[in-house]
């Protein structure tokens, strides 16, 4: 009877839990994670961006290629220490590919420069189908206040 040589098998059985390790680490990087304003550093366009697209993927987990259109900063007319960021942003639905628009509008406490706190997130968007998740709203807004 001849023999097997398990010597080769060894590496093989090494190297498929390894490959499996590193797959896992790029597939949680491919993951966003979701913006903080208590970080929002200096590249404020790019981290405007990225609370819109969490924002989106949020109400409309299913929406395909959320794109950021523009946004703006402005006083409150009401409050010294608040500020209202306005983003809009489009996305695809996930069977049609209809563009859809979404108006997002928070409500920041600026009292601390360095730390803003979210109070309020308002999402409106022209989707007739009502399937927006707003329940996901209020967790991602603690989300962003840690």
């Given at each position: ?10 590496t093989g059985l090494v190297a498929v839990p390894a490959f499996f390790g590193v ?12 913006p903080t304003f208590r970080k929002r550093g200096d590249a404020e366009k790019k ?100």
């Amino acid at each position: 009877m001849p023999r097997i040589n398990f010597s080769r098998w060894k590496t093989g059985l090494v190297a498929v839990p390894a490959f499996f390790g590193v797959l896992a680490l790029f597939v949680c990087a491919a993951d966003d994670p979701v913006p903080t304003f208590r970080k929002r550093g200096d590249a404020e366009k790019k981290f405007y961006e990225s609370v819109g697209l969490a924002v989106v993927k949020a109400v409309h987990p299913t929406g395909v290629n959320a794109t950021f259109l523009n946004h703006e900063l402005r006083d409150d007319k009401l409050k010294a220490d608040r500020k209202e960021l306005l983003i809009k942003m489009e996305y695809k639905g996930p069977v049609t590919r209809k563009v859809f628009q979404s108006d997002i509008t928070l409500k920041l406490d600026t009292r601390n420069s360095e730390a803003w706190e979210v109070l309020h997130i308002d999402y409106k968007d022209n989707n007739s189908i009502k399937s927006a998740n707003l329940a996901n709203l209020e967790r991602l807004l603690k989300q962003m206040n840690r």
